[in-house]
């Protein structure tokens, strides 16, 4: 969803497509995306509850809830957009893979990104799983490392072999990207004591905007680090 909003904010029209339960906190998730002016494409699961993530502090919980059934029933076809984001925590795990593999697969806008979403998902990553149908990567430099046993810098070029533009999030450090043998690279704002909880969601929903409205890479990271570091200072203390 932060990528969404994000997006919105940059002046897209965004779309979520999920699963959520028949429960209180689904009818939330919708009309938070109604108050934000993006649409909801949400398939609501008559038995599981509507999922959930808790950040405390650096550590993450997460219950995937009925998004871990989300199947490709719930996916439109066709998948009508200029740029499409793929989470990991959906492609990479099971009960949602399929869901999220006929996603890329209906996808036939310019731009197909996957977020890897975390280093353990990265690690279990085949390569063939990430890059069918995409063609830019998002993640973090623990993933990266645990996609390609490289650091930062290094880790991009690999992924560049791979996908038209590999993007490495690097936290108050900004990012990297590499685009065929180019590297690029942005800082970011510093936010003082503030969680980074869906900073990374919100550079995603932003670069990709950005990458649709032709921008060279390196002003579409400075966007995004830009979004990411505007979530984080907006969140509540």
Known sequence: MNAAVAATAAGAASTVIGRVGSDPAGDLVSAALA?????????????????????????????????????????????AADALLV????????????AATVALERFAGRWAAVDTASPKLAVAAR???LTANANVILATADEARALT???????????????EIA???????????????????????PVADRPAFGAGDAFAGALLVALVRDDPLDR???VACEAGARLAREAPG
């Open 149 to 163: 046993g490289a650091e930062p810098e290094g880790a991009a070029y690999r992924l560049a072999s791979q996908f």
């Open 87 to 98: 989470s990991g925590f959906a492609l990479l795990q099971h009960g949602s893979a399929a």
């Open 127 to 129: 390569t063939e799983e």
């Open 167 to 189: 993007c490495i999030k690097l936290g108050e450090q900004g990012a990297i990207a590499v685009r065929g043998d180019r590297v690029e690279r942005a800082a970011a704002k």
């Open 220 to 222: 579409a990271l400075e």
């Open 35 to 79: 108050e934000r002016d993006i649409a909801g494409q949400l398939a609501r699961d008559p038995d599981l509850s509507t999922g959930a993530a808790v950040a405390l502090g650096a550590t993450v919980i997460a219950h995937r809830g009925a998004n871990a059934q989300l199947s490709p029933e719930d996916i439109p076809e066709p998948l």
